[in-house]
């Protein structure tokens, strides 16, 4: 017992404030990357779905370029990189921008096997129905490659979050930067860097089983927005009401062959 | 055996215009002519039935109709319009064509993330009609083939049978002037077959115009107004059903006939 309150010796009250301001900074790297990154990572995905070569080369390079160099590598270049060329970022759109391109990488290609794994026969069946390309896209093709793109996803949103700790290397003031502040002014590195693990932890955690339960809403087929469930609603009622006398239907197993 | 036919006289109360006419049609997919100067009319409220073997491009005829494959040459006219042309689309408005005509594909092709009777609204609200409206008549198409107490099945809950029937309430949404059926029963097995075709008994006998490309030759004898017998591209053999599968006269169409073990 006594080992263990020798283990926490750092005065963890006075560093709350500090610490509330770089969770708030670990989220906000988070959140910003993460949203820039699907929208890169989609992007590209339709450029590498494109019909015109030239724009599938772009994508193609793109996402090769990116996925084979490592994310510290992309956040000296934004952040150091960049200055001396005399592009000077501050350390937060540095930060962001890294993991912006690095995650859209591998986005774009959880993305792309996504809308190529819908079946033609999707987009034929849209097509019979007189559905434009944009119709077909947003109603039948973005919602099954979403469904099949959810995993992975999920999988790289939690390992963004991780990586934002890589942005201890430019000081960027996040979870990571603390712990390093906090350390140097206590000189007890395994305490601060338990505390600062345990806090990454809580946030993964429940983020990754959310997300899980999200996935499986959504292979379930429940109906998560508000406009569908009203309208799952309005047919409920619809069919509660007694069927006209001219259905034809109810004796369709029953009809002659 | 290639010239401009009509379909049988059979229904002489119908209206004769045509829904569709098919002239001169061509089509070669890598260099392989899989259409050959076909012609083919189908008028208001006739049936007819595309026979021939798998690859005979039955299929590829079909397709050319809502323009899903695009001829390489000849005629295509919809509900009076010329809507393509020597290997260019001169509709202006292909959304609208393609609403003139339903299809019902082999494989269903149901939307797996959405219910069966958002299936049937999906096109319809697409195609302008207010939600309620579109709604009501969802649920009365699906009443109507008999699948209203699955309406709120995703399509992998169904089974193969009902699935199909889904999907042909999801053609009749928009209200088409022409049913399209690809091998509608092909998948499905003979129980599932004899719902899916008591559902086609039923459109015929309301007047509906379909063109079928079936293997089901008894219920093609039954239904059809005009046979047509397609094969290596090109038609053989085309006339009343009695005719072309009850006493074939190209020797081509009886050996097709022969191997099916019946000719109904």
Known sequence: MSDLAGLFEVPWSDYRPDLLDALRRTLSYTVVSFVGAVLLGLGMALLRLSRAWPLRAVAAVYTELFKNIPLLAIIFLAYFGLASAGIRLDVFTAGCLSLVVFYAAYLSEIFRSAISGVHSGQTEAGQALGLGRAGIFGHIVLPQAVRQALPGTNTMLVDLLKSTSLLVTVSAAELMSEGRLITSATFRALEVYLVISAIYFALCYPLSQLLLLLERKVRAGVPLSPWRRRRLRAARALLAQDPPATAVGADVKAGAV | ?264
């Open chain 2, 1 to 264: 055996m290639t010239g401009s036919v009509t379909a049988a006289q059979t229904k002489p109360l119908a209206p004769p215009a045509a829904v569709v006419r098919i002239g001169g049609l061509s089509k070669s997919f890598d260099g392989r002519l899989v259409l050959d100067d076909v012609h083919l009319t189908i008028e208001r409220g006739r049936i007819v039935s595309v026979i021939g073997q798998s690859g005979g491009g039955k299929t590829t005829l079909m397709r050319c109709v809502n323009l899903l494959e695009r001829p390489d040459r000849g005629t295509v006219e919809v509900a009076g319009e010329l809507v393509h042309q020597d290997g260019r689309t001169v509709c202006r408005d292909l959304a609208r064509l393609r609403r003139t005509v339903g299809m019902v594909f082999q494989r269903f092709n149901l939307f797996p993330h959405l219910t069966a009777v958002e299936n049937v609204v999906l096109a319809q609200r697409k195609a302008g009609i207010p939600e309620s409206e579109a709604l009501e008549r969802a649920v009365a198409l699906l009443r109507r083939v008999g699948v209203a107490h699955r309406a709120l099945a995703l399509p992998d809950q169904l089974s193969g049978g009902e699935q199909q029937r889904v999907a042909i309430a999801r053609a009749l949404a928009l209200k088409p002037e022409l049913l399209l059926f690809d091998e509608p029963t092909s998948s499905l097995d003979p129980e599932a077959t004899r719902e899916v075709l008591s559902v086609m008994r039923e459109l015929a006998a309301d007047g509906m115009t379909m063109l079928l490309v079936t293997h089901e030759l008894p219920f093609a004898h039954e239904v059809s107004d005009h046979v047509v017998f397609v094969d290596g591209g090109r038609i053989v053999e085309e006339g009343r059903p009695e005719d072309v599968l009850g006493a074939p006269s190209e020797a081509r169409t009886r050996e097709f006939l022969a191997s099916y073990g019946s000719a109904s």
